[in-house]
């Protein structure tokens, strides 16, 4: 993903969603007014996790086909218009976190002092990021090891993405 995010979707956008399943668990995109607004992962078998619109979408198809080539070692980013729901300190750490590469790591303090900020309010927008994976917040670690992750199972769901990536070997994973 590259370029500035587009606007949060109005609130009385249609709202359509998808389910996927891929390696890191069962997920949920959703969209609205043309952009991606929401990534999740779903809960075992919870109700409160099942989308109230079964709508798929083109873009939503797509996003989809670009999460398999990814988990298929196809594809390292993704071209998909994206619209999180944000305050703008949250945005800029997330356009931050866009520009990581595949395979590498940054820490909070990194971004913290790339935005003259302290890393405690970076980690926050990390946990805030609407839209995991598309936007690389697996990729923001702790100066002494992962940091949390609020996606999927946590941090093990944090360990697997860096791990797919190649940014985290299993014989050098001293975080276990």
């Given at each position: 993903?590259t ?12 709202i359509?969603?998808?389910r996927?399943e ?19 992962w779903?809960?075992p078998?919870?109700?409160s ?10 873009l ?17 980013d ?34 913290a002092r ?10 926050s927008a ?6 995991a ?17 609020s ?9 697997f993405?860096?791990?797919h ?12």
């Amino acid at each position: 993903m590259t370029g500035p995010f587009l606007s949060a979707a109005p609130a009385a956008a249609a709202i359509r969603s998808r389910r996927l399943e891929c390696p890191a668990g069962r997920l949920i995109l959703r969209e609205s007014d043309g952009a991606i607004t929401r990534l999740h992962w779903m809960g075992p078998a919870s109700a409160s996790d099942v989308p109230k619109s079964g709508e798929d979408s083109p873009l939503l198809a797509e996003a989809a086909r670009q999460l398999a080539a990814y988990f298929a070692g196809e594809r390292q980013d993704f071209d998909l218009p994206l619209a999180p729901a944000g305050s703008a300190f949250h945005k800029d750490v997330w356009r931050l976190m866009c520009e990581i590469p595949f395979g590498k790591t940054a820490t909070y303090g990194d971004l913290a002092r790339q935005l003259e900020s302290a890393a405690q309010p970076v980690g926050s927008a990390c946990g805030a990021n609407p839209i995991a994976i598309l936007i690389p917040c697996h990729r923001v670690v702790a100066a002494s090891g992962l940091g949390g992750f609020s996606g999927g199972v946590g941090v093990e769901s944090k360990r697997f993405l860096l791990h797919h990536e190649g940014a985290l070997e299993p014989e050098l994973d001293l975080f276990s």
